[in-house]
């Protein structure tokens, strides 16, 4: 059975860090991409960023890029997104996924599992 959790957010203020895990299982990580995804309050879902396979190749939403930083460890089955400078605007619940084709060069944008998310809070 496939399973991501999400760990990691809370209430920080603004200009604060906070660094999120999704701990994944149920499937062979190391062989796909993977992606976080937030929701704001009252808003649609925003792709945030985005990890190869591998870890070695990365994207970012322009409204995170150069204070949010994606990584993988394929050894320990996780996945993380660092974050620093954090605004208001960054609240919202995030989500892993799990890319939904296998061995995939690079990564997509359909996905296949979803973790529980996990609430980020920028507020002073």
């Known amino acids: 059975e496939v399973q991501l959790v999400e760990s990691g957010g809370g209430l920080v203020q603004p200009g604060g860090s906070l660094r999120l895990s999704c701990a994944a299982s149920?499937?062979?990580?190391?062989?796909?991409?993977m992606s976080w995804v937030r929701q704001a309050p009252g808003k649609g879902l925003e792709w945030v960023s985005a990890?190869?396979?591998?870890?070695?190749?990365?994207s970012y939403a322009d409204s995170v890029k150069g204070r949010f930083t994606i990584s993988r460890d394929n050894a320990k089955n996780t996945l993380y997104l660092q974050m620093n400078s954090l605004k208001p605007e960054d609240t919202a619940v995030y989500y892993c996924?799990?890319?939904?084709?296998?061995?995939?060069?690079?990564?997509?944008?359909?996905?296949?599992?979803w973790g529980q998310g996990t609430q980020v809070t920028v507020s002073s």
């Open positions: 996924a799990k890319d939904l084709v296998f061995g995939r060069t690079g990564w997509g944008d359909r996905y296949d599992y």
């Open positions: 149920g499937f062979t990580f190391s062989s796909y991409a």
């Open positions: 990890i190869n396979s591998g870890g070695g190749s990365t």
